[in-house]
């Protein structure tokens, strides 16, 4: 009984596709591979997700390194350029002589193809804004919660979804708070579009 009804609504569905769709018309089918092709390139890779380790390149008075693993959503490219301009939002993990605390950031970020817009290695920066969930690490003090970021570096496509950076980040709390030392790291990311 239930294979029968399976059948009969298989048969019932040809029937009204054939019925709606006619025979093949190979300059309709080309017009829809187009139109699928472009809606799935607009789809896929649009988003990534990586993580950076960051180690400070300057002598500091403790040991210091960054673990970061963040989400990336890539906008439309900006007319007439090849800028692509994207959101992030981080969580970070900031290790100072063993000690750890917590960052959330969220900032815009841009890229820009080298040789061209099919080119594999991209120009990178971003801003961002910062929330330190712990400012003061003893003889290391950030100031406040509130810092800011910004950085620079380059970025290469290692297959059709995977790619590997370096960035030169600055982060620093602007002088809203007396104490102000900023902490310069270079990061090296890996990370997978999708």
Not at 108 to 124: C, L, M
Not at 151 to 175: C, E, P
Request: proline share 5%.
């Amino acid at each position: 009984m239930k294979l029968g009804r399976f059948l009969y609504l298989t048969l019932s569905l040809s029937l009204f596709m054939y019925s709606a769709y006619g025979e093949p018309n190979p300059e309709k089918q080309q017009a829809l591979d187009y139109s699928l092709d472009e809606t799935l390139s607009k789809l896929f890779l649009k988003n990534l997700i990586a993580i950076r380790h960051g180690t400070p390149s300057e002598k500091q008075i403790l040991p210091i390194h960054t673990k970061e693993i963040f989400y990336q959503r890539r906008l439309n490219r900006l007319s007439g350029t090849l800028l692509t301009p994207a959101l992030e939002i981080s969580v970070s993990e900031l290790n100072v002589d063993g000690e750890k605390g917590y960052i959330y950031g969220f900032g815009p970020s841009a890229s820009i193809p080298v040789g061209g817009s099919e080119g594999s290695v991209h120009f990178t920066a971003h801003g961002k804004i910062h929330y330190l969930t712990r400012d003061d690490y003893g003889r290391k003090k950030y100031g406040g919660p509130i810092h800011w970021t910004y950085a620079i570096g380059l970025k290469t496509r290692l297959s059709v979804n995977t790619f590997a950076s370096y960035m030169w980040q600055h982060m620093s709390n602007g002088d809203v708070y007396k104490r102000n030392p900023a902490l310069e790291t270079h990061t090296m990311t890996l990370g997978i579009h999708f």
